[in-house]
């Protein structure tokens, strides 16, 4: 009896092992789901700058014009990048000019066809083939669409804040105004569009690749400002008297 209780806890402990081995098993899957869980709530739930929620790929409208910002492929990335520093070094720099350059260039392209088009029959060569150049239809109708959408909007926008609706939104635009009308004092158009490009090139590139510190430091300025806002709105901007609102104007 004593030897068949002894092989009866034996077997009991042997089980309890198994058991607690599987039960092991399912407690590790089991906190492996609560673990991947919890880091989606968490990366939830990151601070993204301007509240995005899309890759910054997507942001961009994807497709090539966002390959191009994002440096998917270098080379072209690359050659554009020093196709717009050689004109802005040619009409900035070597203080060349917009006619001149388009003239200089189409001479040269006719005189080289010419030529070549005149040589062929002494060099028993086909003619070159000059491909005939169009503007579609469909691609006039839909650029002059998408500039008619952003004008209506900009001119909405413009509308809505002269009626003094929209106080913080009043500020922004007269902050933006001023900082263009500053670097426009300092810089031609042309070295300002090609600071622009130059921004447009960089940032978001720089922005993918350091994108939790840049958020992160982001939501530290965002709080900053908005208290700072908070105290301003509190001592200068609730003191002003705000134009009638649309409920006024209906009664």
Not at 11 to 34: A, F, N, P, Q
Request: glycine share 8%.
């Amino acid at each position: 009896m004593a030897e068949q209780h002894k092989e009866e806890s034996v077997m009991d402990k042997i089980s309890d092992k198994l058991h607690g081995r599987g039960g092991g098993s399912s407690s590790s899957s089991g906190s492996d789901d609560e673990r991947s869980s919890a880091a989606s709530a968490v990366k939830a739930k990151i601070y993204r700058l301007f509240g995005r929620e899309k890759p910054v790929h997507s942001v961009l409208g994807g497709g090539k014009p966002a390959d191009l910002f994002l440096w998917r492929n270098k080379r072209i990335s690359g050659g554009v990048l020093a196709g717009a520093t050689a004109i802005w070094l040619l009409f900035e720099v070597m203080d060349y000019h917009l006619l001149t350059l388009l003239c200089h260039c189409l001479i040269l392209t006719l005189a080289i066809l010419f030529l070549w088009s005149n040589a062929s029959t002494f060099i028993n060569k086909s003619p070159p083939n000059i491909p005939e150049v169009r503007i579609q239809e469909d691609l006039a109708v839909n650029i002059a669409r998408s500039l008619r959408y952003e004008i209506n909007r900009g001119f909405a926008t413009l509308r809505l804040i002269g009626q003094g609706h929209d106080l913080k939104k009043f500020l922004i635009v007269i902050a933006g105004l001023w900082i263009l009308s500053v670097l426009g004092s300092c810089c031609n158009f042309l070295t300002l569009s090609y600071i622009v490009f130059m921004v447009l090139y960089t940032v978001p590139v720089l922005y993918e690749k350091y994108e939790d510190k840049i958020d992160d430091f982001g939501e530290k300025a965002m709080i900053e400002l908005k208290k700072y806002y908070a105290i301003f709105d509190e001592k200068c901007l609730s003191k002003i008297p705000k134009g009638p609102s649309k409920d006024k104007k209906q009664h």
